[in-house]
């Protein structure tokens, strides 16, 4: 069950106007390595994690970054809510706006629109816990791409260095998951069987 | 207040290793969990996690008993006490990452423990004085409902 919490994880207050900036931010709204792609991926992968630490730590991700979704709209938007029409025009903003005017829409910088096939969600412990793990240093290099793209705004680089910073956090709280799922497994052979599935290992909710 | 300053504020606002801490914890080592005490939902079905061999890395800093803020709450702006609010949840969260994984971590659930009673504290006063963050802190709403007002967080 969700609740809301009325305030950003990170507080951002910025007082420019960049759409050119807000089209390559947006990628983190709605592309492949993006925050909703990685809520997701987390929400969709507990259900199937045999091991309750595991279905805690995505759960718990999970949250956190809508979140983080929450803010990187908070920073589209703030980019692009005082646009003139010369300034939507000469930046190349005007495709995303004839269709979303200044709404926000799931996006990649391409323009292509967030889809499920931006994540994958297993049903194998193993696998889906390295999948998190790139997936969260997919986003780290992302957001080192956009620092240096908005290197001009420190009201935008101080929020995305928080966002950054909290990436390299998750890829290590994933790391450690691994390694308790691993301790489940026969260390001669982690690949014996899916513990998510096979009878071997059982899906006894009580691991 | 520029976002620097704040982010400055955030930092210096506290005399405690709070942000070390927190730090810190993005790279917890392995621990024995020898004296874990794990409820058993299902003992006699329910697999033992073998011991976590004791890792070469440094150990944690002791969790720090970190002071209240430095003015009582009727002496706070708002913005200072959303801006406590949000260090004081920021260090749950943290500590609830860990603790997911080391469920077992008494210093952990010390130090979550003490940090989540701060935030609860700091989420009702800022309920009375300036209106609900949550849903459920809207108990002050006797003649209008709060929490439609502005400003939305992106706003």
């Known amino acids: 069950m969700f609740n809301y919490e009325k305030r950003l994880e990170y507080p951002i207050h910025i007082k420019e106007t960049d759409p050119k900036l807000a089209k390559a931010i947006i990628t983190q709204y709605g592309g492949p390595n993006g925050e909703l792609g990685a809520s997701m991926r987390y929400l969709s992968q507990r259900y199937t994690m045999p091991y309750k630490e595991c279905m805690a730590l995505l759960t718990d991700i999970g949250t956190e970054e809508l979140g983080h979704f929450e803010m990187i709209a908070t920073i589209v938007h703030q980019l692009t809510r005082n646009m003139t029409m010369e300034e939507l025009k000469a930046s190349g903003f005007d495709d995303y706006y004839v269709d979303h005017t200044l709404a926000l829409w799931p996006q990649a910088a391409s323009g292509t629109p967030f889809s499920a096939a931006m994540f994958q969600s297993v049903g194998d412990p193993i696998t889906d816990l390295t999948e998190d793990m790139a997936a969260e240093e997919k986003a780290r290099t992302t957001y080192d791409n956009i620092l240096r793209l908005s290197v001009d705004y420190p009201d935008v680089t101080d929020a995305i260095r928080f966002l950054r910073a909290r990436e390299v956090v998750h890829f290590q709280r994933f790391g450690e998951a691994l390694r308790i799922v691993q301790e489940h497994l026969d260390s001669k052979n982690f690949y014996a069987f899916n513990p998510a599935f096979d009878a071997n290992g059982g899906n006894c909710s009580c691991k | ?155």
């Open chain 2, 1 to 155: 207040m520029t976002p620097n300053q704040t982010r400055g504020q955030f930092q210096r606002n506290h005399s405690c290793q709070q942000q070390r801490s927190m730090a810190n914890y993005a790279a917890m080592p392995q621990r024995t969990p020898a004296s874990c005490q794990q409820p058993q939902e299902n003992p006699s079905s329910c697999r033992q996690r073998r011991p976590v061999p004791p890792c070469s890395q440094p150990q944690k800093p002791a969790a720090p008993s970190c002071p209240p803020p430095s003015r009582p709450w009727n002496q706070m702006t708002q913005e200072q006490l959303l801006q406590w609010i949000s260090m004081t949840k920021f260090a749950c969260v943290e500590a609830s990452l860990y603790l997911d994984t080391h469920p077992c971590d008494a210093e952990a659930l010390a130090y979550f423990q003490e940090y989540n009673r701060l935030y609860n504290e700091a989420m009702n006063e800022y309920a009375k004085a300036y209106g609900p963050l949550t849903i459920s802190h809207a108990k002050h709403c006797d003649t209008y409902w709060e929490w439609v007002n502005q400003p939305w967080p992106w706003q």
